[in-house]
């Protein structure tokens, strides 16, 4: 089956620009995760959803970053103002119950503040 | 907090040689544990996972074990090809408050040589 997608794979954007990042998880993936990876590093949490609402966004930097899931599905990560230091990697992840929680990661889409 | 910590690559290794990457975490409670492997230019692969302590997780080649007395989850590979080249991750998924979020680690670089 399909997996996890991510639009757009690469995004260049000025400083002070608003973007949003979208993620289709799997099919009946109730849960759905985003993270950034920044160069060089590992992924770190940002926000996660439990069918529609955001159950965990302890790990959104600022409130420039927003995400909803409005149908319990795809979601969109919105960044507001966007500063040269949110250039990384930002990844969607999905799982459910049914895979054990094990999260499916997506292709990641490479945002970049110039 | 919860934390992985990994040893620092790069690694580089002849073909056919032992591989081991160490990765030590520190958890409140029972995480389950991960290895993730991100080939260039793909995205991050389950490569294996362990639930509960002494659990052996295995996949091409490669093992780990879940070891709660020393809190580790070190990476194995008996023998290396040139297309284990790739960054590997360590994560834990926290399980305590109900939102399975991974904790990466920083990622450790191998490279393969023929």
């Known amino acids: 089956g399909a997996g996890v997608s991510q639009t757009p794979s690469n995004k260049v954007t000025e400083k002070g620009k608003y973007v949003e990042l979208r993620c289709d998880p799997i099919?009946?993936?109730?849960?759905l995760y985003w993270y950034r990876q920044s160069l060089g590093q590992g992924p770190e949490f940002l926000i996660y959803?439990?069918?529609?609402?955001?159950?965990?966004d302890s790990g959104l930097p600022n409130d420039r970053f927003f995400a909803v899931r409005p149908e319990g599905s795809v979601s969109t990560l919105k960044i507001q103002r966007t500063e040269r230091g949110d250039s990384a990697v930002y990844l969607c992840?999905?799982?459910?119950?049914?895979?054990?929680?094990?999260?499916?990661f997506g292709p990641g889409t490479r945002l970049t503040v110039t | 907090g919860n934390s992985v910590t990994q040893m620092e690559g790069p690694v580089t290794l002849s073909e056919e040689a032992f591989l081991t990457i160490n990765c030590t975490y520190t958890?409140?409670?029972?995480?389950?544990l991960f290895w993730y492997v991100q080939y260039p230019g793909e995205g991050l692969q389950l490569l294996l996972k362990?639930?509960?302590?002494?659990d052996k997780g295995s996949n091409k080649g490669f093992e780990a074990t879940y070891r709660k007395e020393t809190t580790s989850f070190h990476l194995e590979k008996g023998s290396v090809q040139v297309s284990d080249s790739a960054v590997y991750f360590c994560?834990?998924?926290?399980?305590?408050?109900?939102?399975?979020?991974?904790?990466f680690g920083t990622g450790t670089r191998l490279k393969v040589l023929a």
């Open positions: 992840a999905s799982s459910s119950r049914g895979t054990g929680y094990e999260q499916y």
């Open positions: 099919s009946g993936h109730t849960a």
């Open positions: 959803f439990q069918g529609t609402g955001a159950a965990d």
């Open positions: 958890a409140t409670g029972y995480p389950s």
């Open positions: 362990a639930t509960k302590a002494d």
């Open positions: 994560a834990l998924s926290d399980d305590i408050t109900g939102t399975y979020k991974y904790i």
